[in-house]
C-alpha cells in the first residue's frame, strides 16, 4: 500500500473511534438524564402524598395537619406508600428529615450512575403549601 492510502486508514479509524466515544457519552447522559426525570416524577407522587398525610385526620391515618408521624426510618416511609414503590427501577427513597408540624424532607437516589460514579440525587422539602426541589447531582 501506498503512504497516502495507509494515512487515510488511519484517519478513518481515529474518526470513527471519536464518533464511537461520542456516541457512548450521549447514550450515558440521555440515560442520566431519563433516571432524573423518572425520579422528579416519583418524588412528586411522594409529595402528593405527603401533603395528603398532612390534611387527613389522625382517626383517619393522618397526621392531622401535621408531619409528626412521617419518621425518618421504613415505618415512616409505608404511611405514604408501599415497600415496593420505595425501591423502585428508578431510584431508592426514603425520607431523609422526620416530618415536624411544618414539613418533612423526602430523598430519592437513582440507579442509573453518572460518568462520576455518584448517582442522581433528589431532594424534595414539603410543606402545607406546597414542595421544593432540590436536585443534588
Known amino acids: ?22 456516541g457512548i457519552t450521549l447514550f450515558q447522559d440521555n440515560a442520566v438524564s431519563s433516571n432524573k426525570d423518572a425520579m422528579t416524577n416519583d418524588m412528586m407522587h411522594l409529595a402528593a402524598k405527603a401533603r395528603h398525610f398532612y390534611s387527613r385526620p389522625t382517626s383517619m391515618g393522618g397526621g ?7 419518621t ?16 423502585n427501577a428508578n431510584g431508592s427513597y426514603s425520607i431523609k428529615t422526620a416530618g415536624d408540624n ?4 423526602l430523598l430519592g437516589i437513582g440507579k442509573t450512575a ?9 431532594e424534595v422539602t414539603v410543606t402545607p403549601k406546597g414542595q421544593t426541589i432540590s436536585i443534588v447531582n
Open 1 to 22: 500500500m501506498g503512504q497516502q492510502q495507509l494515512l487515510l486508514i488511519i484517519l478513518g479509524v481515529i474518526i470513527v473511534g471519536i464518533a464511537v466515544a461520542v
Open 72 to 87: 425518618a426510618d421504613a415505618a415512616g416511609m409505608l404511611k405514604l406508600v408501599t415497600a415496593q414503590f420505595s425501591n
Open 114 to 122: 453518572m460518568t462520576d460514579g455518584s448517582y442522581p440525587t433528589i
Open 64 to 70: 392531622g395537619h401535621s408531619f409528626t408521624g412521617l
Open 102 to 105: 411544618g414539613s418533612v424532607v
